[in-house]
């Protein structure tokens, strides 16, 4: 007889990187703990940023430089190496040399990872791998999904959102937040904002403007019911929600009123007026974020991380 190809599913495979900050410590920990890759492997990378020294003579004094930045590797892969390890993961613990942000999303693409998580985007300095500078062009160039966590619940509420546009980019970040939400079988909010800025004109006609704006209310109906139905199918408690307002400004204090634990959103390349944009309001979302941002981007297709077995459970 036949078996389930579910069964011989691939090894999931999560890139962490880390500068040994208590920043990605808690971004390894959010990782880790909150979302439960069951039997994924993990890699713990550290880069040792040499552009910054392009013009320093390898003498003996660099080469004590680079020991001091590979003793601070080591122990800062170390502490996601016994983290993952206590979580039942399988574990490689990676020192890379040059640009950071280049050598993370290429060691990302020649591992085939299934998604990068990396800490906030504040920070800055030249003494280290610095996440808070490299976050950023992780997350606009690499081509996997990128979890960046600035702060965490220190205890999880069990509930994430969805933002949502309609868009094919925003349906397949719904369907990978989906896959994510299942991982921890949490509720999914499923949020879609009508942006009302472009109607604040006095010059508007006021039937046009009532028109769109019943249009927007259809878009956005439709959008958040695509995200419910697929999550619900899951196995998963689900909600949509229409907001109005300004679209980053309302998914924000949406997300910290009901105190979700990341909130998920599609590319950060899309431009336009017509619709919710999240190329446009992810970014937004991700700069003023307190809560832990999961950008997807449009050309990824998304890993089945549950299993059959797993989305057919009860909540």
């Known amino acids: ?67 001091q930045f590979e003793e601070i590797g080591h122990d800062a892969t170390s502490y996601v190496e016994e983290k993952a390890k206590a979580a039942g993961m399988e574990v490689e613990s990676v020192l890379l040399n040059g640009n950071p942000a280049e050598e993370i999303v290429n060691f990302a ?32 160039h690499a081509k996997v999904p990128v979890l960046v966590v600035r702060e965490r619940n220190e205890k999880p509420h069990r509930q994430i959102l969805i933002a949502t546009d309609g868009s094919k980019a925003a349906e397949n970040a719904a369907d990978f937040g989906i896959e994510i939400a299942g991982l921890s079988r949490v509720k999914v909010y499923a949020v ?16 046009w403007t009532k028109d769109m704006y019943e249009q927007f209310e259809k878009t956005g109906r439709e959008a958040t019911s695509y995200v419910e139905k697929n999550t619900r199918a899951a196995g998963m408690e689900a909600e949509s929600i229409l907001l109005k307002g300004n679209p980053a400004k309302e998914i924000l204090n949406f997300a910290e009123k009901q105190k979700v634990d990341i909130i998920v959103v599609g590319s950060l390349g899309k431009s336009g007026v017509q619709s919710f944009l999240l190329g446009n309001v992810s970014e937004k979302i991700l700069r003023n974020s307190k809560i832990p941002v999961l950008v997807v981007r449009e050309i990824f297709k998304f890993p089945k991380f549950v299993s059959r077995s797993q989305r057919n459970a009860k909540v």
């Open 192 to 207: 879609y904002v009508i942006d009302i800025t472009p109607f604040d004109s006095i010059l508007m006609d006021e039937a």
């Open 109 to 140: 693409e020649e591992q085939n990872v299934d998604m990068i998580i990396v800490g906030s985007l504040g920070k800055s300095g030249i003494k280290r791998v610095v996440l808070g500078s490299v976050s950023e062009k992780i997350v606009r």
């Open 1 to 67: 007889m036949e078996e389930s190809n579910e069964k011989f599913k691939p090894q999931r495979k999560i890139l962490i990187a880390t500068d040994g900050s208590e920043t990605s410590e808690k971004a390894a920990d959010f990782g880790i703990e909150t979302l439960r890759f069951g039997g994924a492997k993990v890699y713990a990378v550290y880069v040792i940023d040499t552009t910054s020294y392009g013009s320093v003579p390898e003498d003996e004094r660099w080469s004590k430089k680079v020991e």
